[in-house]
């Protein structure tokens, strides 16, 4: 089944605690991206990645690291999470940027 | 950069009547209109989209409709279904020049009343 995973689907840390999300798609994608979902703010983008080793900010990147090292990977690392990084987070990958976006279960995060 | 605003945020309507969802962008360079619906609990999933080389494009209910030149794009569903409610997201993305972001819309809370 084709699809985009993401784990943890629940996280609760403390401020200061790295953490990585995992994001991974089994549909040979080129683009990836990761969205943080806010009330009222809709889906922003943080990171996107154009293929592997291609990785740019979106709108929203401060606080969060990306990396791509293999087509179907695209984890999430948040080095020192704050709570105003507390949020609803969607992993999402199309094969290239104007065709459809599969988006996974979402990832929601509470940083205390 | 791109903004993209979304007009209403809450929508109510019965079941049967149509329902209308509008978007303006910023960046005449915008060149691909999707929307995406999101149900509770899950991602948002991509029901229609448009170019910029089309005015109007429709899948059975549900149909998109472009105004370069006022940029602004429309959801329209007609018929409306209880499964229709959702929260709906309209998007706006140039592709090009390195700008190779999606830019979403805030969201429309539909809700469709039997």
């Known amino acids: 089944e084709a699809q985009v995973t993401q784990n943890p689907r629940y996280l609760i840390t403390v401020t200061g605690k790295k953490l990585t999300v995992t994001c991974s798609q089994n549909m040979n994608h080129e683009y990836m991206s990761w969205y943080r979902q806010d009330p009222g703010l809709g889906l922003r983008q943080i990171y996107y990645?154009?293929?592997?080793?291609?990785?740019d900010k979106g709108d929203v990147p401060e606080g969060y690291k990306v990396s791509r090292k293999e087509k179907r990977n695209f984890p999430l690392i948040l080095e020192s999470p704050s709570p105003n990084q507390t949020s609803l987070y969607f992993c999402a990958s199309s094969l290239y940027l104007h065709e459809t976006q599969y988006f996974g279960p979402g990832t929601r995060l509470l940083v205390l | 950069g791109e903004n993209v605003e979304q007009h209403p945020s809450t929508l109510s309507v019965q079941e049967g009547d149509s329902a209308v969802i509008k978007c303006t962008y910023s960046?005449?360079?915008?060149?691909?209109f999707p929307w995406y619906k999101q149900e509770l609990g899950k991602g948002p999933q991509l029901i229609i989209d448009i170019r910029s080389n089309v005015g109007e494009k429709k899948d059975q209910r549900i149909a998109v409709t472009l105004n370069k030149t006022a940029k602004h794009f429309s959801l329209h569903i007609t018929e409306t279904q209880p499964e229709d409610s959702a929260v709906y997201f309209c998007?706006?993305?140039?592709?090009?020049?390195?700008?190779?972001?999606?830019?979403f819309g805030a969201g429309t809370r539909l809700a469709v009343h039997p």
């Open positions: 960046d005449s360079a915008s060149n691909y």
């Open positions: 998007a706006a993305s140039r592709g090009s020049g390195g700008y190779n972001k999606l830019i």
């Open positions: 990645s154009m293929n592997v080793e291609v990785t």
